[in-house]
């Protein structure tokens, strides 16, 4: 459980402190709920104890991997879509009424084509990585030089880094799922938010991977949930950190306008110009019908900016940024630096003295820049149409992040 705090109506007062799941925001999945200053009566603690114990797997992540493999190598296995396992050709008739994928040694290196992704609750909806954005990010590991990659919440960077064998890679990630494809030693089932490794074996695992090389080469890549506790992701990684006995690089995946919450949480870290895409997200991506602007995720890393290439042309190095952007991110000489965030068009208001959105326009009444139809000091107040907040791309249902963003005024 994390330690939450319900905000009272003005928001000003701190507000009752309560204990809720770290994994699932989603009551109706986890429905523990208690607050700070009462106890758990004796019934509820037999109650969620039993709950807990009916829950623990019949099998171990061992015994489950090496049962797959006996499939796999049987030949004519399939994946059952509804009953989420392997079944060998022997049981195929038991799930003739399931939608079924064909299955082989071949394919189960690569379990996120195989599988669904997750979309179902706000916790653990899955958003793979395309191909495209695999290769770039694994580009960007070489270069600066990481040699193993801890892998939390990304299946698919992990698949990939495993196949083309230049990077070692443990996946630690919420879905069990995994545990037919992947044996103990390259994934746990592990809940990023606490830092949770279900399994002694998985924790084994990990203290190996992470301390190898005394820490030397490690890199820890993260995609989490969008809506995430950046608090508790920045607990996460200090504990990562401390655990692996040197300082690992970072790679964070959230959208730009998380970048105040990113540098507040993880003041290491800064935003690069890199514009994650999606292959299952039909807004986050280049693609036709996405946004006009491109996918508003960005890569956020601790490693140099100057480490981060992106592929030409889309990208281009700025020399006096010294990092590379976008292609159409256009330098800024008064600001001394590549100004778009969100991948629109920028320029520079003199009196501001900051680029701005080229939607947006000077307005001397209030003295700073805005759109055209902003409710202006120099006009009656008092209607309340929205202001000069950057439009935020819709997210799909059940990702709404849990506070809005801020909005910056000047
Ligand atoms: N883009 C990534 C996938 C990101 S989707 C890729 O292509 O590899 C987010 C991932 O985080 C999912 O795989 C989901 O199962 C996992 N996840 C969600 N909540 C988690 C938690 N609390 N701890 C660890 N992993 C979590
Ligand atoms: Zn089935
Ligand atoms: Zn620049
Ligand atoms: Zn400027
Ligand atoms: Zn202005």
Known sequence: MLLFEKADDCGSKAGRQFYACAAC???????????RDERLPAEKVRQWRQRAAGESRAASHRQRYDRARTILSGGGAQYC???TALVPASAAAEHRSHPTRPADTESARRPTQLLRPRACNKSSAQYLFSPDTVTVLDGVLGAAGVRRVLCCGTPRLHEHLLSAGQRDSLLLDLDERFEEFWPPETFSVYN??????????????????VQRDGGRGLAVFVDPPFGARLEALALTLRTIADEC????????????FNEPDVLRNLPGLHMTDFRVEYDNHNKYTSAAGGRKF???????????????TLPEPTYRL????????????????????????DGR?????????????????????????ALPDHPCAGQDRGVNRAVSAPTQPKRPAGHQPKKKPKRRRK
């Open 25 to 35: 925001r989603d009551r109706k999945q986890c429905a523990f709920f208690l607050w």
């Open 81 to 83: 879509l509804t009953c």
């Open 192 to 209: 990023m938010f606490n830092h949770h490794l279900i399994s002694e074996e998985g924790h084994r695992a990990y203290r190996e991977f």
């Open 245 to 256: 006995g040197s300082q690992p690089a970072v790679f964070l995946v959230l959208p730009y």
């Open 294 to 308: 491109g996918s508003p995720v960005r890569l956020f890393a601790s490693v140099a900016p100057q480490l981060v």
């Open 318 to 341: 700025c020399a006096p940024c010294g990092r590379w952007v976008h292609a159409d991110n256009r330098h800024c000489d008064r600001c001394r630096s590549c100004t778009s965030k």
């Open 345 to 369: 068009p920028y320029r520079h208001c003199a009196p501001c003295g900051r680029c701005v959105k080229v939607t947006w326009q000077h307005c001397a009444a209030c003295d700073r820049c």
